[in-house]
């Protein structure tokens, strides 16, 4: 295998994307994270030993859901100063865990079996994916949503993304949005999804935002590379998609004040945090609260989360 130069630089990015990403957790791991050394093992582990998937859930689609027969109706923007219930879920990992697997492993993956019944469980619940660029639109512009608008956005680029995600979204004609530091797309491969992967599902309709170049915690650097993470990952990211980014999802949800400046000034017009809840207000479209879906949830968990 070419050695790569990115690999280093990588690999530092995901121990300090799986030491922060349990920040709203109990404190994680001091050098090299449970990630890290599962992922080392892994290209051993091949398709067919037995990944202690939970049993898919099933469920009976409401008697009463005619799925093409009206068109869907619409809801307006609220009155000034008013909430509007959008729930925004979040995802990282779609992969089977073992058994035994840690506690923050658990926290940021769902399996792909449970993830494929959510999504059938959202649209029978009358659910309708929205892009950011929808969202903004609504706010901003007072563009109509459909009613029971939902985002679901899946951080961080790993291949699942592509090869879970993208397919079973497209199957349903379901949108989701992805944020991906451009550094991480820079290195494709077999852990992360590549720019040709990323362009594909974005001219299926998949929608992409920015993760920033590195996935640096932005409370922790310089204006001035504050300003470098958000606004390179941007440009980068509208070049090779050839239109706006509307998001960003702030890496481990760290932001402060200035963070939130910075991210206005760079241009982004909707930024995500990690917790929690789903009022969201027009002044406040730059921590955007989201609700974390998580390996154990079962479907009566998540409908508890939900509006
Ligand atoms: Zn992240």
Redesign the pocket.
Known sequence: MKPNPSLFLLLTSFVA?FVA?GRDEPPPFPTQTPEFVERTVEPTALPGATPTALPTQTFTPAPTSTPTATPTPFITPPAAGENVVIPILMY?HLKYREANASQVLRTWSVAPNEFAAQLDFFQARGFHTITFKQLVEFFEDGAPLPTKPLLLTI??GWIDSYTVAFPELKKRGMVGNF?V?TQYLDVGGELLINWEQAIEMDRAGMEFGG?TIS?EDLTKITLEQMRRQLSGAKEKMEAKFGHPTYAL?Y??GAFNPRVVAATQTAGYRAALILCCGYKIHADDLLTLPRIRISYDDTLEDIAKKLP
């Open positions: 994307l990403c990282h951080d961080d944020f530091p993760h996935h999802s890496p481990f």
